[in-house]
């Protein structure tokens, strides 16, 4: 049962446009929501967070918006650079399961020069 | 500099033959993981620690174990590898479990080829 699906595995995006990445989960005791990013050869590093009370969190370039009735989030990048291609990660969390995050399978962003 | 330190980072090994996959941390963490990344699987954790002498069951605990002596060290055990235990393995740690802003740290990762 997969409660935490990220359906593009891949997207392509050019420099200095939006990047849209989409999360959708069917856990609604999912409270707080992290985006990892990951670069070949590296362990994922933590991104951005939102938490249930919220629908959108601002960090830079990063957004996280949060549609808790669609059971939907998405992280936006604008403007998109290279140093963005990365794998993302998806992953909430539930203080029910002490905040032990489930991790989605993951999309590999591509920006383009 | 706080990080997660595991070693070996590539290792190819032949069923059967047992190895372990070290793993420290250095930011005084209670918490510490363990997950295996399979192509289109995502991370899936195996084994977790809350604290020294503390350790339970992720969601692919099979044919693993882990052990935590000490704080900073979660070593995972494969007492006899099989093949489709090759797979990309992260160790990682946080504050602690029960803390939502408390972000998980990884490692750079053990690729593990089991021949």
């Known amino acids: 049962d997969q409660q935490v699906k990220q359906n593009s595995p891949s997207l392509s995006v050019q420099e200095g446009r939006i990047s849209i990445l989409n999360c959708d989960y069917t856990?609604?005791?999912?409270?707080?929501f992290l985006w990892y990013k990951k670069y070949p050869a590296e362990g994922p590093t933590f991104l951005i967070s939102?938490?249930?009370?919220?629908d959108k969190n601002e960090d830079g370039r990063f957004t996280v918006f949060l549609n808790k009735s669609a059971k939907h989030l998405s992280l936006h990048i604008v403007p998109s650079q290279p140093g963005d291609s990365a794998v993302y990660f998806c992953?909430?969390?539930?203080?029910?399961?002490?905040?032990?995050?489930?991790f989605g399978k993951g999309t590999l962003l591509t920006v383009n020069p | 500099e706080a990080q997660v330190t595991q070693n070996p980072r590539y290792l190819i090994t032949v069923t059967g033959k047992k190895l372990t996959v070290t793993c420290s941390q250095n930011m005084n963490h209670e918490y510490m993981s363990w997950y295996r990344q399979d192509p289109g699987l995502g991370l899936r954790q195996i084994y977790y620690?809350?604290?020294?002498?503390?350790?339970d069951k992720g969601d692919v605990p099979e044919g693993y174990k882990v052990s935590r002596k000490e704080k900073r060290n979660f070593p995972l055990i494969l007492e006899s590898p099989s093949p489709n235990q090759t797979s990309l393995y992260f160790c990682a740690s946080r504050r602690t479990q029960g803390d939502y802003n408390s972000p998980l740290h990884f490692g750079n990762g053990t690729r593990l080829t089991v021949t």
């Open positions: 620690s809350m604290n020294v002498e503390v350790t």
């Open positions: 856990n609604s005791m999912f409270d707080y």
């Open positions: 992953a909430p969390s539930s203080i029910g399961s002490n905040y032990k995050l489930t």
């Open positions: 939102i938490s249930s009370i919220k």
